[in-house]
């Protein structure tokens, strides 16, 4: 089915630890997204990206990288990860065709820092 | 800047019950406004939008109406189904840029059999 995959969907990690969450996309869509949604605090806007090889920071990228060296990828690293990053990752894209068109999610990652 | 601002939740009904979750905006221009649903343990996905004043956005039962003048996009849906239960997302997107939109915080529905 087209849409938006997440891998992996559940991790647990360690104080400190590194890993890398993959979004794929296989509906050609130009603009992908990665949101944190937090109980209380709705989704906020971690990185995004305007086309294959562009990056650009969202409302809270501390403690976060990113890299779209594919068009239809999009990934979200966490170097050393904290506590605070423990929450549910979201990918999203769109296509580059004005305001009227709406977001495709992916189902999430669960992520704990232990 | 941009805000939407969503009642508080959770709204919680009887099935059959009538369903209004209230959703109001401030922006310059003129943007769009959408509704997500997400449901337990799932992404958001895209319910219904509307992109110019007066239009009214349907799908599954649920309506909302782009109300320019009072700044509103409030979800209704007649009859609401245990199914129902998810939390509801307003949003806005405006012309230009990279798209980004502005979200509501969120109203968690539960609806009771």
């Known amino acids: 089915n087209a849409g938006v995959t997440q891998t992996p969907k559940f991790r647990v990690l360690k104080t400190g630890q590194s890993m890398t969450l993959l979004c794929a996309q296989d509906?050609?869509?130009?603009?992908m997204y990665w949101y944190r949604q937090d109980p209380g605090m709705g989704l906020r806007l971690i990185h995004y990206?305007?086309?294959?090889?562009?990056?650009a920071k969202g409302e809270v990228p501390d403690g976060y990288n990113v890299s779209r060296l594919k068009k239809q990828n999009f990934l979200l690293g966490l170097e050393s990860a904290a506590p605070s990053q423990t929450s549910v990752y979201f990918c999203?894209?769109?296509?580059?065709?004005?305001?009227?068109?709406?977001?495709?999610f992916g189902s999430g990652t669960r992520l704990t820092v232990v | 800047g941009d805000s939407v601002t969503q009642m508080e939740g959770p709204v919680t009904l009887s099935e059959e019950a009538f369903l209004t979750i209230n959703c109001t905006y401030t922006a310059t221009g003129y943007p769009s406004l959408f509704w997500y649903v997400q449901y337990p343990g799932e992404g958001l996905q895209l319910l219904l939008k509307a992109t110019k004043a007066d239009d009214k956005g349907s799908n599954k039962g649920f309506e909302a109406t782009y109300r320019k003048e009072t700044t509103s996009f409030h979800l209704e849906k007649g009859s609401v189904q245990v199914s129902d239960s998810a939390v509801y997302f307003c949003a806005l997107t405006q012309a230009g840029g990279s798209y980004i939109p502005t979200f509501g915080r969120g109203t968690s529905l539960i609806v009771h059999p």
């Open positions: 990206s305007v086309g294959e090889g562009t990056t």
């Open positions: 999203a894209s769109r296509e580059d065709r004005g305001r009227n068109y709406g977001y495709t």
């Open positions: 509906m050609n869509h130009e603009y």
